[in-house]
């Protein structure tokens, strides 16, 4: 893979200008300028609507009247859906086109970027994107979280909104039938998860409830948090977090996960916990809901309260509900997931870039209001108008068989640009139930700090990518094992913590908190 250098001529076009036409605050150029860009996200291998490049994204045209600018398709990899494989691509054939965008962005832009093949974005935003700027100053720890090694940063990401993403939900109707209280604590919850197993609550004189099950193996996992240990550290699985001393660790080499592993085990072994969860998979919740199978589990807020209307008529009373974590073995309530400030997707400004001012000047109009609505919400008045000052979905869009997200996906909106989500999207499709599960958990202190991820130096990414994925896949391998009663982790652990060491996760941490510390200060 060739390095890329930036040309002096390249990084003199940052001292340009552009016009503003004076009847269009929006304006960046007089005359159309037309750029090239990568898209490459799970949703679309390129930039139109489903990845058809033949046809403009109706947000696209909306941008294109507003700004001037009309970025073209030039995306690489679009007969593969593995966007690792697509950037790998696109950065071997030196030929980058003027914006690289998609999912997954931050760690190869963070590699290649000190080298030359992305523009650093510090002065330009400073000197030219006056709202991108804003949203720094007022969340410096977003702006750590993107920054490379040499203290620049090179992408604008995806920064979402909001704060609670899944809760812990329970069968009311169960409940009720049983003649028992949401549980308030661990030891309470593992008391409704045997009722629901030995008390026949669906009523069909068959020991077949599933007391915990997920649609996410890793969901399971998340039972350690009811002990005082910890899952992740991020919105991301198995992720490394913070610890209380201020140092990154994992959450799987620590001894509170061993003592809270333990636990879950039992309670597998016991049958409380579904004995397919391995291997369900994502239609787990559709099926052991709606055969009155499943009692309690931990998932999307939006998602997963909507089963209340969808099973209405099929079963009788049903009533699926959020309730607050359970109290842990030592007394605290944690909400260990919550939306992440931002992701690792974006977009980003390559070499090859002529129009670098009227670049960054574009990025910036994504966080002005006409274009943070626009990135949200689609074209106002195709599927939204402002009500009383709130943009406001279409009926026809809200009823429509189609998910919100799904239909704005193809109108160009809520797509992995570098943009700023307006939770006022998903909130006005949300239910009642899962805003009323949203505003409870809100009313408590509930949520964790967390990991931002760190980027690497060439030398740290070498020693991360040499030992990092075996370990996980260790980790992972023997944790399933001893869920599965292959194994007893408390016996194990000393030659567990003992290979891991032999296997580089010393080495890992190191690296990690070098990064950590040179990021974060």
């Known amino acids: 893979m060739r390095k890329l250098t930036v040309t002096l001529a390249i990084l003199g076009t940052t001292a340009l200008t552009s016009p503003v036409l004076a009847d269009d605050h929006l304006r960046i150029v007089e005359d159309p300028l037309e750029l090239t860009i990568h898209m490459h996200w799970p949703r679309a291998q390129g930039y139109g609507p489903g990845g058809d490049t033949s046809k403009l994204y109706p947000v696209e045209e909306a941008a294109r009247e507003m700004t001037g600018v009309h970025l073209i398709d030039k995306t690489s990899g679009k007969n593969t859906k593995d966007n690792n494989e697509a950037m790998n691509l696109l950065i ?19 590699q290649y970027g000190p080298e ?22 007022a969340n410096p720890e977003v702006l750590a979280s993107i920054t490379a090694f040499d203290g620049n940063y090179y992408y604008i990401p995806y920064l979402p909104d909001g704060k609670f993403g899944r809760a812990w939900y329970i069968r009311q109707d169960w409940l009720d039938k049983l003649g028992l209280q949401q549980p308030q604590t661990v030891d309470e919850y593992y008391e409704v998860l045997k009722a629901f197993r030995d008390q026949d609550p669906n009523g069909n004189g068959k020991k077949d409830e599933i007391p915990f099950f997920a649609r996410d193996w890793e969901e399971v996992i998340r039972l350690v948090t009811l002990w005082d240990a910890r899952s992740s550290g991020s919105d991301t699985y198995h992720d490394f977090y913070v610890s209380t001393e201020g ?27 579904d004995p397919e969860i391995f291997t369900r998979g994502s239609s787990s919740r559709d099926y052991l809901l709606g055969e009155n199978l499943g009692g309690s589990t931990h998932d999307w807020f939006a998602s997963t309260s909507g089963y209340n209307a969808a099973l209405a008529e099929k079963i009788d009373g049903f009533n699926f509900t959020p309730f607050l974590p359970p109290a842990s073995a030592k007394g605290v309530r944690v909400e260990e997931h919550r939306r992440t400030p ?19 000047k574009y990025f910036d109009f994504w966080f002005t209001e006409e274009g943070r609505n626009l990135s949200n919400f689609g074209v106002e008045g195709k599927t939204w108008d402002m009500v009383d000052g709130e943009p406001t979905y279409k009926p026809e869009v809200l009823n429509s068989d189609s998910p919100v997200n799904s239909q704005m996906y193809l109108e160009g909106a809520q797509i992995y640009r570098g943009y700023w989500m307006d939770y006022r999207y998903e909130w006005q499709w949300t239910s009642p139930e899962a805003r009323a599960g949203i505003e409870l958990y809100d009313a408590n202190n509930l949520l964790l700090d967390q990991f931002l991820g760190v980027s690497f130096n060439k030398e740290e990414q070498e020693i991360y990518d040499k030992y990092w994925p075996s370990l996980r896949t260790y980790m992972l391998e023997r944790q399933q094992a001893w869920i599965l009663g292959t194994g007893d982790i408390k016996a194990d652990w000393d030659g567990y913590i003992s290979t891991l ?19 974060y200060g």
């Open 501 to 519: 060491n032999k296997m580089g996760y010393e080495q890992v941490i190191e690296v990690m908190n070098t990064a950590y510390a040179r990021q």
């Open 342 to 360: 931002v992701k690792p997707d974006g977009w980003a400004i390559s070499y090859t870039n002529d129009h670098v001012v009227e670049t960054v």
């Open 92 to 110: 071997a054939s030196g030929d980058l086109p003027d914006i690289v965008g998609g999912n997954l962005i931050k760690q190869p832009v963070n």
């Open 116 to 137: 030359g093949a992305f523009v650093p974005l510090n002065d330009l935003v400073k000197e030219h994107a006056p709202h991108i700027q804003a949203f720094w100053d």
């Open 247 to 273: 140092k990154v660790v994992h959450p799987y080499a620590q001894d509170a996960y061993r003592d809270a592993l333990a636990n879950v085990a039992q309670w597998y072994k016991e049958g409380l916990i």
